[in-house]
């Protein structure tokens, strides 16, 4: 009954390779995020989806593609991995997207990208 | 610029109470979060402060000054288990409210 889940928790992979990390949340939000965690602990966010629409897309490479079949999904694939891809990314949602206390962000569990 | 300060580090005694604190310059103000991570692990949601005043939720509390920029979180009775990074986090007031976040102090709790 995990509320927000992410696979894989840990990926390690060469340069250059394309992967995709999945992320699936059972609380019935509105909202769907992904962060990048680096070894400084700074939680950066990087993309947003509101009932499947994307709202905020920071500046990162475009590599980096997000996917949202269903509003209980957003995935992330990475082209062409680079060595500083290497972080921990989280998934999180939100009952919604208002300026209000429903903004309250669950977080998965994160994966630990390790790019060789 | 937008910008939230934390201090890097903290250490404090077990069944002490510690006060960690939060400083932030936004573009407006939609309320303010903290959140506990422990280490390898996700961030927890601990509170949530829009209006200025003490939120208190057991042994933690939460406070806000909007017209100082100011937060700070209050633990008592500290335990072990409190080792941690607490991370601040504040709402703007752009169109998508996206969350602005404080790069987190480093609890230690010393027997």
């Known amino acids: 009954d995990t509320a927000v889940s992410q696979t894989p928790k840990y990926l390690v992979t060469q340069m250059g390779n394309d992967k995709s990390i999945k992320c699936e949340q059972n609380?019935?939000?509105?909202?769907m995020y992904w962060y990048k965690q680096d070894s400084k602990k700074f939680l950066k966010i990087m993309f947003s989806?509101?009932?499947?629409?994307?709202?905020i897309n920071e500046t990162v490479p475009n590599r980096f593609s997000p996917k949202s079949p269903d509003k209980a999904h957003l995935n992330l694939h990475i082209n062409s991995l680079e060595l500083g891809d290497s972080a921990v990314y989280f998934c999180?949602?939100?009952?919604?997207?208002?300026?209000?206390?429903?903004?309250?962000?669950?977080f998965g569990p994160g994966t630990r990208l390790t790019v060789l | 610029g937008q910008n939230i300060d934390q201090p890097t580090e903290m250490t404090a005694t077990e069944g002490a109470i510690v006060q960690i604190n939060c400083t932030y310059q936004t573009s407006g103000f939609n309320g303010l979060f903290w959140y506990q991570q422990h280490a390898g692990e996700a961030p927890t949601f601990l509170s949530y402060?829009?209006l200025d005043g003490l939120e208190e939720k057991g042994r933690f509390s939460s406070f806000l000054s909007r017209s100082k920029g100011y937060s700070y979180l209050l633990l008592k009775e500290l335990q072990m288990k409190d080792s941690a990074s607490y991370l601040c986090a504040v709402r703007g007031a752009d169109s998508n409210y996206q969350l602005i976040w404080g790069a987190g102090t480093k609890l230690i709790i010393k027997p």
């Open positions: 402060n829009v």
């Open positions: 989806y509101n009932n499947k629409e994307l709202i």
């Open positions: 999180a949602s939100s009952q919604e997207i208002s300026g209000g206390a429903g903004d309250t962000q669950y």
């Open positions: 609380l019935g939000h509105d909202t």
